[in-house]
């Protein structure tokens, strides 16, 4: 074996372990950049979501069939906001031993999808902070959709294009589908909500 190729694999493991430092580092500093009020880390959140997977609740079964409204428009903002549990425009619960804030998907999901909406009215911000969360929640919404991946058939029909071809389309109108009911978790949020009222709502 020639001289370099006993080289490229010392040179190729001293770049894996530089790397795992590098990772090691950026995680620690996001751990103390997210700091809570009480002084736990990110780590213990994320310790806390691993025992606490969802509300302690089992949602009655719904049916939610899809029509077409005249509310939740692009510019209907006070109906964007009745969708949140609070005027404040959370939905975060406190569960736990420690009380920690926690937010239901439902929630942190319709606040993406409100965001998104807002974009579409007031434009594109040239700041990083809004570019980064309109990122994070087109990451966000494209995996809960993955997730939930409902299967409920749509009808299709055929939809004319403007050059006079046509191509197979679906509505989703008038498609009956079976869902959680969201009205039951909306009571469990508010009356937590209402159960510690006094404690501030501390996210940083």
């Known amino acids: 074996?020639?001289?370099?190729?006993?080289?490229?694999?010392?040179?190729?493991?001293?770049?894996?372990?530089?790397?795992?430092?590098?990772a090691a580092i950026v995680t620690l500093q996001m751990t103390k950049n997210f700091d809570n009020e009480d002084g736990?880390?990110?780590h213990f959140h994320q310790q806390t979501a691993r025992g606490i997977l969802e509300l302690p609740i089992r949602p009655r079964p719904a049916a939610m069939k899809i029509e077409a409204t005249e509310h939740y428009g692009l510019e209907a903002d006070e109906d964007w906001?009745?969708?949140?549990p609070s005027r404040r425009g959370f939905g975060f619960v406190r569960l736990g031993e420690r009380r920690l804030p926690l937010e239901p998907s439902i929630y942190h999901?319709?606040?993406?999808?409100?965001?998104l909406?807002?974009?579409?009215?007031?434009?594109?911000?040239?700041?990083t902070e809004t570019y980064w969360h309109i990122q994070h929640c087109l990451n966000s919404l494209r995996q809960a959709i993955l997730c939930n991946a409902d299967t409920t058939l749509e009808p299709s029909f055929m939809y004319q294009l403007s050059d006079h071809t046509s191509k197979p389309a679906s509505s989703g109108m008038g498609v009956i589908h079976t869902c959680?009911?969201?009205?039951?978790?909306?009571?469990?949020?508010e009356d937590n909500q209402a159960l510690y009222s006094d404690i501030p709502l501390i996210l940083s």
Do not use: Y
């Not at 959680?180 to 949020?189: M, Y």
């Open 109 to 115: 999901q319709l606040h993406c999808l409100s965001s």
């Open 81 to 84: 906001v009745s969708l949140m």
């Open 117 to 127: 909406r807002q974009l579409v009215v007031h434009g594109v911000s040239n700041d």
């Open 180 to 189: 959680k009911d969201w009205t039951q978790i909306r009571s469990f949020v």
């Open 40 to 42: 736990g880390s990110l």
């Open 1 to 22: 074996m020639s001289k370099p190729e006993k080289i490229l694999p010392l040179v190729a493991l001293a770049l894996i372990t530089i790397l795992n430092m590098l």
